[in-house]
């Protein structure tokens, strides 16, 4: 079955610097990969997703790459600010089957 | 419309007593999941629902834990026997037909005593 690999499993960033989270994947059929966040106490929150048949993914500062051959993806942050500090987590599936394989989390903590 | 809700937020049961958590989807989602969280971790598959399909159950740790869907809407996961290990956050997650996206509730946090 799928198995997703996050690093690192701690991040800490300077208010306004770039943060970014990588994940590998095992399983070649996946072709859907969304980031979710988790604040304290909440459910996972869907922040953005990217599908198999593109690259590159952006929206406003948060953006995401996949590498298809490499069988890895990564979540890229920019101009950070304190409010995103929570806990992100990357996921992976087969389009028709939906069902969601997760990484470990990484928690990024933004200091002002 | 309302998003995932699930009952109760917060659960204390001893050990050996069964409990039910009760999930309910976005109206008109036919694909239904259930997670478990441990403190500080990752989040760990528990069993998949797609419409009128057999469940996906293959990621249940034991015969303990069990899960129906009723009329295609409402689900109750179910663990009997409750030992301190199932201590955790049980989230349930759901989703229009077709792979779309996956919308988590708020979880029901479990604590064994």
């Known amino acids: 079955g799928e198995n997703v690999e996050q690093h690192p499993s701690t991040l800490s960033v300077q208010e306004g610097d770039s943060a970014v989270i990588k994940c590998t994947y095992s399983?070649?059929?996946?072709?859907?990969f969304p980031w979710y966040k988790q604040e304290l106490g909440k459910g996972p929150q869907l922040i953005i997703d990217?599908?198999?048949?593109?690259g590159e993914k952006k929206d406003q500062r948060i953006a995401v790459t996949l590498n298809k051959t490499a069988k890895h993806f990564s979540l890229h942050i920019t101009e950070t600010q304190p409010e995103d500090s929570a806990v992100y987590f990357c996921?992976?599936?087969?389009?028709?089957?939906?069902?969601?394989?997760f990484g470990t989390g990484t928690r990024l903590q933004v200091f002002p | 419309g309302a998003g995932v809700s699930q009952s109760p937020s917060n659960k204390v049961t001893e050990k050996g007593k069964d409990v039910e958590l009760r999930c309910d989807p976005i109206?008109?989602?036919?694909?239904l999941y259930w997670y478990r969280q441990s403190l500080g971790q990752g989040l760990e598959f528990l069993i998949y629902?797609?419409?009128?399909?057999?469940?996906?159950k293959s990621g249940l740790p034991s015969d303990r834990f069990s899960a129906e869907r009723t009329g295609g809407s409402v689900s109750t996961l179910t663990i009997q026997r409750t030992q301190q290990e199932d201590s955790a956050v049980y989230l349930c997650?759901?989703?229009?037909?077709?792979?779309?996206?996956?919308?988590f509730g708020e979880g029901s946090w479990l604590t064994v005593v």
């Open positions: 990217i599908r198999s048949n593109v």
């Open positions: 109206s008109g989602h036919t694909a």
């Open positions: 996921a992976a599936s087969r389009y028709n089957t939906d069902k969601l394989i």
């Open positions: 629902f797609q419409g009128n399909s057999a469940p996906d």
């Open positions: 399983d070649s059929a996946s072709n859907y």
């Open positions: 997650a759901s989703s229009q037909q077709g792979g779309n996206t996956i919308y």
